[in-house]
């Protein structure tokens, strides 16, 4: 009974995360727009975007081969394992041990390996602009989320998710390194989810494009995937920037209904204070020019390899 | 038991050279002696494995009187032993099956067959040698044997040319080995290996025998700044042969640094670990620079071998810090990692040589640039070779990815190092190596990309056909051992742990028990990855996501021009090039480690002569050692040269100035 | 509550670490300005935050020049200074950004090293305090050397200021008369320097430090 209904709560956050992200989306949107004094698209327009996708027809160019057909799924594969993992509305689920920050950073990575390899498969010179460019961002990034990853982890004694939010809701304290750490994965948030400052998510200029250049070939289900993942990406982020810094609300691990109901409720909150704040963020600073980006995702590396440094000198930084 | 097998199957490769002399006159003769090599290889593996998996097993001695007379040849067989020879004989194996479909399209096969056997040879024999005299005779014949493989198309001068910085380099590294041994032998002149463990030293010369196994093992893995040779000497061999260089041979160096520094010399110094984790992630960052900027897919793969090589070296580092430090469990994960990842690159990189070589006999070129589209002309290939790729960015759920996990849980355990240059150091390594990770994965994005994806950008690689089966064999086979390595990652551990225990005096915790087949690095309560577990998750969330689109979606495809936003064109040289993928990172990295350079030549309005970009890089390790101590040596050995003119007076007189010198001594010293 | 307020104490300043780094980071004359606006506000705070445990009011009146002086005052004044003397909007570095921010890790790591084993008796907490503040002023260093416009080399000037600012509240019992003196000292250094680039920048049309080398006396 209790490893069913712990494989059934487990369930609910796969499928929980599934269903927000695209109403995440729709709520940054809705929240840009209202900030430009725009009405803005409806709340539930990714809903039936995706729902309008799936439902036309794919064009495929003559030489897409079998990589660009299955890479959505492979794709959306990683990044929803990914996102499933995160703690939401409570620690200590039935596979919490498996959510390894590591494997987590490691599972987004292979999910953008694939995604610049599909960009390349048919051979256009945007497919190849937005692969380079996305290669270059995370050549820079992915560090930075590592020396983000050990800086947790030394202050929390383990890289495992759960008792990271655990270590955190049972210790909370202003500590500089982990000042810093929150900066560094705020950029890298940005950077990954290719939100301006460093890719406009709403534009189709070859200038403007990295994320967008890569899928720029694809249409109909396959583009809903895609669309779906980086949707779940997004919330991945917010997610783990709330698991880790702002763990108030999470449910401990064997709690009841209650503590479960609580435990969404203040995710939910989270999600939609973390959503406006990206808004914000959007409409008040432009767009980077693509090398600036390097510097700003080697200051987050630096910021990272600064928080790591001063743990290793002593333990109460 | 294991000594008498594993050295008969060291003469058996012996002689299957032998035979490769009048083997290339057979019709099948080629595929004779492949078949040989690939049984000797399987019996050496068979017995080795069993050595290292059985519990309890003893080391194994055996003398031969063959070798120096006072000496004999000392030959044994312990838990470092065994694990180095499967890792070799299974590389050997691997391209021995893909030699009875690649060596089919060698011209000449009297160059190679005779030498690939007394490769394999040297390369057990150098493992398998427990005595200072055996181990750097085997060490040269397998130097010797590699350079003759190397020289097989000598008709090319650049592949003359690396030959022939090879056997310079070659021949360094074994006389820092040398000088190293005679060292650690000291003035009683015991070289069995036994007698070595147990001699006492003095303070300073520990110290001493760490750099010159530095140099002289550390060459020939390829550390940065030793690795110069690599890059040149690796391609220029047939393909079978550049993934036993790169795979294999790189491997008995690291086993030849492992079994002084760890076990000959006894207890390290803090300062030991502080070296070797500098070199090693210098090289690590600096060879995947290197790998991203090249357009010859071999020599990118070498390069990546010299990266790969930098994480051995890093783990390899840790393990003796922590040792130095008393910390024998984290010494014990430290060092288990890097035998991991020597494990994991032998699979990986010899799968993407053998790839490179299916790519260079199909289409009959090198050059990335002039390839693409192959993923459509060459479809099993471009899977397996994906598959090698995702292994070496070290991606889950594949093993590269479980080695690498494995080491950054070392480095979270170093914060208890006492010593402050450590406590600097290893933040900047961990940073250092997850840079060198995401380039990696950049780096194989490009190669893959640009040589399997697009459309092709010349006639012979639009007329590509696939390879020969034994070739995908091999190939699958290493894939599948990949797969194997990276989602039952608790069985490699536990098959390494003699190891450890022997050379750091610990063992991981047995991963075995652990439930769900995870693996645990210290506790459970810290930190555990499951690569099973991530796979089938993986696995069973893209089959939902094609069932349900499947089921609610429209299947309907159809197939068009592509659409490239309104204009697409025909000409395949207008899809992005090899160096305009790699223009960001150099861009990025290159302007300060290779100090690179863009001019652009642009005629004046109403010439019709074409636009012209220059990038100008330098290679500054060449530039500011080898240029120089090349130089020196000309100038010295030019002004040396006139003593081969001189009068037979003046060598008279030379030869009188000689005795008359010697007297002397003797009156004044006696 | 201790540990709340030593840690907090600790946050401020490792924030003016952070926001001597994102000093480093800025491009363009404005931004940086505004930044450096940023750094005296979070001295401010750290200062006040230091009267406020150490019971020590003396501190709120040097919390309040940081923040009046050197948060408003000076940097609207440079702005007008820019303004007026139409000085170049992008600041040149010497060797790129990210060479530099290596560079400041380093010296962070210097001043660790440093205040960590050089004060091994002192409190652990005040020690590693003092080694925050001695980052800040080897970074505002750092930038006036890796600088070659005249306005980046004086704030880099200021936030040395403000890190030796830090320290001194962080060790206890500073009075408040050198407080003034330093301040006053600031403001008149400020004018001479402004009326020295007017003057520059009449003469030579330029105050790149660079363009400038050229007109000195002896050639080497």
Same mark, same amino acid.
């Given at each position: 009974m209790d490893l069913r209904l712990s494989l059934a709560v487990q369930g609910i956050q796969m499928f929980l995360v599934l269903i927000l992200a695209p109403l995440l989306l729709g709520f940054t949107r809705k929240a840009k727009a209202r900030l430009l004094r725009r009405q803005g698209p409806p709340l539930l327009q990714p809903y039936r975007d995706l729902l309008r996708l799936i439902r036309k027809q794919v064009v495929l160019a003559e030489n897409a081969s079998w990589l660009f057909r299955s890479g959505p799924y492979l794709i959306f594969a990683a990044t929803w394992v990914a996102a499933a993992l995160v703690p939401t509305f409570a620690t200590g689920l039935q596979f919490s041990w498996a959510a390894d920050l590591i494997a987590i950073t490691a599972l987004l990575g292979s999910a953008r390996f694939f995604l610049a390899l599909v960009g390349m498969d048919v051979g256009t010179a945007f497919g190849g602009i937005g692969a380079s460019r996305e290669m270059m961002f995370a050549s820079l990034a992915e560090p930075a989320m590592i020396m983000i990853v050990f800086t947790v982890a030394l202050v929390a004694g383990s890289t495992q998710l759960s008792t990271v939010a655990d270590f955190m809701l049972a210790h909370v304290t202003l500590r500089v390194s982990l000042g810093l750490a929150l900066v560094g994965l705020i950029t890298v948030a940005l950077a990954e989810n290719a939100r301006i400052p460093v890719d406009n998510p709403a534009t189709h200029l070859e200038l403007t494009m990295v994320h967008e250049a890569m899928v720029l070939e694809y249409s109909g289900r396959h583009l809903a995937v895609l669309e779906l993942a980086a949707a779940l990406k997004l919330l991945l982020y917010i997610s783990l920037i709330a698991c880790i810094f702002f763990p108030w609300g999470l449910a401990p691990p064997g709690s009841g209904p209650a503590a479960y109901a609580m435990g969404a409720l203040s995710y939910a909150g989270k999600l939609i204070i973390g959503g406006f704040l990206l808004a914000l963020f959007e409409t008040s600073i432009a767009k980077m020019r693509v090398f600036r980006v390097p510097e700003f995702l080697g200051a987050a590396l630096m910021l990272g390899l600064l928080a790591t440094l001063l743990l290793f000198i002593s333990r109460s930084f | 038991m294991t000594i008498v097998v594993a050295l008969w199957g060291v003469a058996a490769l012996l002689g299957i050279a032998v035979l490769g002399i009048p083997a290339q006159r057979i019709a099948a003769g080629s595929r004779l002696i492949y078949l040989g090599c690939l049984l000797a290889c399987l019996t050496i593996l068979v017995a080795a494995c069993g050595s290292l998996l059985t519990v309890g097993s003893a080391a194994e001695s055996l003398t031969l009187p063959i070798g120096l007379p006072w000496i004999g040849a000392h030959f044994s067989i312990d838990a470092l032993s065994a694990f180095f020879l499967c890792v070799i004989n299974l590389g050997g194996a691997a391209a021995s099956l893909y030699a009875l479909g690649y060596g089919e399209h060698e011209e000449i096969p009297g160059r190679v067959l005779p030498f690939y056997p007394a490769f394999l040879a040297g390369m057990s024999a150098a493992i398998l040698a427990a005595d200072a005299f055996s181990f750097l005779f085997a060490w040269e014949f397998m130097s010797l044997s590699s350079w003759a493989l190397v020289m097989v !198309?000598?008709?090319d001068a650049d592949n003359r040319r690396a030959g022939y910085i090879y056997i310079v380099m070659a021949s360094f590294g074994t006389l820092a080995l040398l000088l190293a041994f005679g060292l650690l032998a000291g003035p009683t002149g015991s070289y069995a290996f036994a007698e070595m463990r147990d001699a006492q030293e003095a303070v300073w010369l520990p110290g001493l025998v760490l750099g010159l196994a530095l140099l002289g093992a550390g060459s020939k893995a390829g550390l940065v700044p030793l690795h110069v040779w690599l890059p040149l000497a690796h391609p220029a061999a047939p393909s079978h042969v550049s993934a036993l260089m790169s795979g294999v041979m790189t491997k008995v160096a690291v086993y030849g640094f492992i079994r002084i520094v760890f076990d000959l010399l006894g207890a390290p110094v803090w300062w030991w670990g502080s070296v070797v984790l500098v070199l090693g992630s210098a090289t690590a960052v600096l060879g995947v620079l290197y790998a991203v900027l090249q357009r010859d897919l071999k020599r990118l793969l070498a390069y990546s071998t010299v990266e790969n090589v930098g994480i051995i070296f890093i783990g390899l580092g840790l393990a003796l810090a922590f040792k130095a430090n008393g910390m024998a469990s984290a010494a014990a994960l430290a060092f288990t990692a890097a035998l991991f990842h020597v494990l994991n690159h032998s699979f990986f990189k010899s799968l993407l040589f053998f790839g490179a070589g299916a790519v260079l006999t199909s289409t009959?070129?090198?050059?990335?640039?002039? $390839?693409?589209? $192959?993923i459509h002309r060459m479809p099993w290939t471009a899977f397996v070779f994906l598959g090698g790729c995702v292994a070496i960015s070290a991606l889950p759920p594949l093993n590269g990815f479980a080695s690498e996990w494995l080491i950054f849980q070392a480095v979270l355990l170093s914060p208890e190092l006492a010593q402050w240059g450590l406590k600097l150091l290893v933040p900047a390594v961990g940073a250092m190596m997850a840079l060198g990770a995401a380039l990696s994965a950049a780096c194989l994005v490009r190669a893959y990309g640009i040589t399997f994806l697009g459309r092709p950008r010349s006639p012979a690689a639009a007329n590509a056909h696939e390879t020969d089966r034994f070739s995908l064999a091999a190939m699958s086979a290493l894939l599948v051992l990949c797969f194997l390595a990276g989602v039952l990652p608790g069985f490699v551990i536990d098959a390494i742990a003699p190891v450890a225990k022997a050379l750091v005096g610990q063992r991981m915790p047995v991963q075995a028990s652990i439930p769900w087949l995870s693996i645990v690095p210290v506790a459970e309560s810290r930190s555990s990855y499951n690569g099973l577990l991530v796979f089938i998750f993986i696995a069973s969330s893209a089959m939902l996501a094609a069932e349900v689109i499947h089921r609610f979606a429209s299947r309907a495809v159809r197939r068009a021009p592509a659409w490239d936003c309104g204009y697409p064109d025909p000409s395949t040289a207008t899809q992005y090039t090899a160096d305009s993928f790699a223009q960001p990172l150099r861009r990025v990295f290159g302007e300060v480690v290779f100090l690179s350079r863009e001019r652009v030549e642009i005629p004046p309005p109403g010439d019709t002569r074409p636009a012209r970009l220059t990038v100008q890089l330098r290679d500054l390790v060449w530039d500011v050692i080898y240029a120089p101590v090349g130089g020196w040596v000309s100038y010295a050995s030019e002004q040396l040269? !006139? $003593?081969?003119?001189?009068?037979i007076r003046q060598y008279l007189s030379l030869v009188f100035a000689a005795l008359v010198a010697l007297l002397l001594v003797v009156a004044i010293w006696t | 509550m201790a540990t709340f307020d030593l840690d907090t104490a600790h946050m401020l300043a490792g924030g003016m670490v952070l926001v001597s780094f994102m000093l480093l980071y800025q491009d363009r004359m404005f931004s940086l300005l505004n930044v450096f606006a940023l750094h005296a506000f979070v001295l401010s705070l750290s200062v006040a935050w230091q009267a406020y445990i150490q019971n020590a009011p003396h501190l709120y009146v040097t919390a309040a020049i940081a923040l009046v002086l050197k948060a408003i005052i000076i940097p609207v004044a440079l702005h007008r200074v820019v303004v007026q003397l139409g000085i170049h909007r992008t600041i040149e570095t010497v060797g790129g950004i990210g060479t530099t921010m290596l560079l400041g890790i380093g010296l962070v790591a210097l001043s660790m090293v440093v205040m960590l084993r050089a004060a091994a008796q002192a409190d652990p907490l005040a020690r590693e305090d003092l080694a925050l503040a001695l980052s800040v002023v080897l970074l505002g260093l750092l930038m006036m050397v890796t600088r070659r416009n005249a306005v980046s080399q004086i704030v880099g000037f200021m936030s040395l200021e403000n890190g030796l600012i830090l320290a001194a509240a962080g060790a206890k019992g500073m009075p408040l008369v050198v407080e003034i003196s330093v301040a006053f000292s600031v403001l008149v250094a400020f004018i001479v320097i402004g009326v020295f680039l007017f003057r520059i920048r009449e003469r030579f049309d330029s105050v790149d430090v660079q363009a400038l080398d050229e007109y000195r006396g002896e050639r080497r």
């Open positions: - | !198309y000598h008709q009959g070129v090198r050059d990335i640039e002039k $390839l693409g589209g $192959l040269n !006139y $003593l081969q003119f001189l009068t | -």
